[in-house]
């Protein structure tokens, strides 16, 4: 059951206080700090709430999910973005689907990314996701020697990389989390001096580690549940 706009602008507006009671507390300017709606599993009125309240951009972590919805809304102007596991075969429609991916895992499926964008003849915003908790359960690229595979993603012409993503582990509670965001952050200073890149985005923290994320410099907090209520 879907809850009411209402219920979410509430929700909305909480969230939004508390990201600048944390952003002050951290000495960070909130404005720097971007809430990203996850809608996946929810019907199309999440996306219809998102917008309504201002919101540009909404999360979805499958493919097929996000065309279905897209579809049902014509006449909306949302970017979609990616934030799950992208099988390589799916490339294609990824990027017919979506503004921006935020789970480029592998050079393998930045390649193809690449090349159908190439082909669209767009330039494809992307951030590489990090598995900076090093949990065996979530996707993303080992931290250990990044910056091989990360200079050979800077080569592909049609991507354009903002900056990094990772997904706190499962396991251990918040202070693994903030460690997790912690290594992501420290990771883009380095890449950001060793390739002279601006590479601004932070993509980190949800519903449940957001404050340790924005204490850690997060730019993009994945906000599902906090929103929408829980999913069945
Ligand atoms: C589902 C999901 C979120 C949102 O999670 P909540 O706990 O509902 O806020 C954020 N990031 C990713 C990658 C997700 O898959």
Not at 113 to 137: H, K, M, S, W, Y
């Amino acid at each position: 059951m879907m809850i009411s706009y209402n219920e979410f602008f509430r929700n909305f507006s909480n969230l939004r206080d508390e990201v600048n009671r944390v952003a002050v507390e951290n000495r960070r300017d909130p404005a720097d700090i971007q809430i990203l709606p996850v809608t996946k599993t929810h019907p199309k009125d999440a996306i219809e709430y998102a917008e309504r309240a201002g919101l540009l951009s909404v999360g979805e972590n499958r493919v097929q999910e996000a065309a279905e919805k897209s579809a049902e809304l014509p006449d909306s102007s949302v970017t979609w973005e990616l934030i799950g596991h992208l099988q390589s075969n799916k490339a294609a429609q990824a990027v017919a689907t979506f503004g921006r991916i935020q789970s480029v895992d592998s050079v393998k499926l930045a390649r193809r990314l690449d090349r159908f964008a190439g082909e669209a003849d767009l330039i494809l915003p992307c951030l590489i996701q990090v598995n900076t908790g090093e949990d065996p359960r979530k996707f993303g690229f080992a931290a250990e020697g990044l910056e091989k595979e990360f200079e050979e993603m800077l080569t592909f012409e049609n991507l354009s990389i903002d900056g990094f993503m990772t997904v706190a582990p499962l396991e251990g509670g918040n202070e693994v989390a903030r460690k997790a965001f912690a290594r992501l952050r420290e990771l883009a200073e380095s890449l950001r001096q060793r390739f002279g890149k601006e590479l601004p985005e932070l993509s980190m923290g949800m519903s449940g580690d957001m404050a340790e994320a924005i204490a850690e410099g997060a730019t993009l907090i994945r906000v599902g549940s906090a929103l929408f209520g829980s999913r069945t």
